[in-house]
């Protein structure tokens, strides 16, 4: 429990950051299901449209601090390599 009110404040602050960054985690893996399942399918077209609207939204979790930029590359060039294997 708080017990000044510098504390409660940082705590109020605290939930309502946890809250934002949830719904961008949320957000972000939501876009890269939607690319998994492109390639699951085997659609390159359908996996090279969902990675070019997921890529902007993982970089911007970077961005926001909720991903780091290198677990975002990562992410980013597995998938990519993924999709190149689909026309191979």
């Known amino acids: 429990m708080a017990n000044h009110k ?13 809250e934002i960054n949830r719904a961008r985690i949320s957000r972000i893996r939501t876009f890269v ?4 399942l492109a390639i699951a399918s085997g659609d390159k077209a359908a996996a090279n449209e969902a990675f070019r609207e997921a890529q902007p939204e993982l970089m911007r979790g970077a961005t926001k601090g909720v991903l780091h930029r290198n677990t975002v590359s990562r992410k980013l ?10 026309g191979a």
């Open 33 to 36: 299901k939607k690319v998994e």
């Open 77 to 86: 060039s597995r998938l990519n390599q993924r999709i190149k294997a689909l």
């Open 6 to 18: 510098s504390a409660e404040k940082r705590i109020r602050q605290i939930k309502k950051r946890t």
